[in-house]
């Protein structure tokens, strides 16, 4: 499915570095590949990247555009204290999503580990965040998580920065969270590696 109008987003390839246009374009191909599955929620949900060059800074989607609707070119650069350091030179309006920042800036700054987040509300998995048990080792699939999982309690939207520790802590050394009553997430060294975790997760 593509959109009825077309965003532009000029190219800044000669304006990053050559590992972060790398992790740039990784990154339009998982949000266009989770579309495709349809893992997506429309705008929101998030996947975050760091590049390999900057461990203090990562990328993060405009709030705002749909996952088929990103490009190499559409991410804007965030450090761990929320600046905004490379934005779209045309941002069609859209910006930071503060409860994407709070949640990821949580995780990278406890896991140096970590390359890549991938945060989902499917249908599924908010199924299962729902449940008191969480995600029970009844098929093969199951197991391939199991007993790695992590929990952590939704308390509305992670708008609060007091609320980064709390959720690093519940991720521990883990790379899979059930967000109770919200959602999925998976972090990896990569991001092929996150979205094959969320894919089977």
């Given at each position: 499915?593509?959109?009825?109008?077309?965003?532009?987003?000029?190219?800044?390839?000669?304006?990053?570095?050559?590992a972060?246009?790398?992790?740039?374009?990784?990154?339009?191909?998982?949000?266009?590949l989770?579309?495709?599955?349809?893992?997506?929620?429309?705008?929101?949900?998030?996947?975050?990247?760091?590049?390999?060059d900057?461990?203090?800074?990562?990328?993060?989607?405009?709030?705002?555009?749909?996952?088929?609707?990103?490009?190499?070119?559409?991410f804007?650069?965030?450090?761990?204290?929320?600046?905004?350091?490379?934005?779209?030179?045309?941002?069609?309006?859209?910006?930071?999503?503060?409860?994407?920042?709070?949640?990821?800036?949580?995780?990278?700054?406890?896991?140096?580990?970590?390359?890549?987040?991938?945060?989902?509300?499917?249908?599924?998995?908010?199924?299962?965040?729902?449940?008191?048990?969480?995600?029970?080792?009844?098929?093969?699939?199951?197991?391939?998580?199991?007993?790695?999982?992590?929990?952590?309690?939704?308390?509305?939207?992670?708008?609060?920065?007091?609320?980064?520790?709390?959720?690093?802590?519940?991720?521990?050394?883990?790379?899979?969270?059930?967000?109770?009553?919200?959602?999925?997430l998976?972090?990896?060294?990569?991001?092929?590696?996150?979205?094959?975790?969320?894919?089977?997760?």
């Amino acid at each position: 499915m593509s959109s009825t109008y077309d965003l532009k987003f000029p190219s800044i390839r000669s304006s990053v570095s050559e590992a972060e246009w790398e992790a740039r374009v990784n990154l339009a191909a998982c949000f266009r590949l989770t579309d495709h599955y349809g893992l997506s929620d429309m705008i929101y949900a998030h996947i975050p990247a760091r590049a390999s060059d900057n461990p203090n800074h990562f990328l993060l989607n405009l709030h705002g555009l749909l996952f088929e609707e990103m490009t190499a070119s559409s991410f804007m650069r965030v450090d761990l204290d929320g600046n905004i350091l490379v934005k779209p030179e045309v941002d069609h309006g859209y910006g930071l999503h503060m409860a994407a920042f709070v949640i990821h800036s949580a995780i990278y700054r406890a896991r140096p580990d970590v390359m890549a987040i991938m945060h989902t509300h499917t249908i599924a998995g908010m199924a299962v965040s729902s449940l008191k048990c969480g995600l029970l080792p009844l098929t093969q699939t199951s197991h391939r998580f199991y007993p790695r999982i992590a929990y952590h309690d939704f308390t509305g939207p992670e708008r609060d920065p007091a609320e980064r520790e709390k959720l690093a802590a519940h991720l521990g050394k883990s790379d899979i969270m059930i967000l109770r009553n919200h959602g999925l997430l998976t972090v990896g060294p990569s991001i092929p590696e996150t979205f094959n975790r969320m894919y089977g997760l």
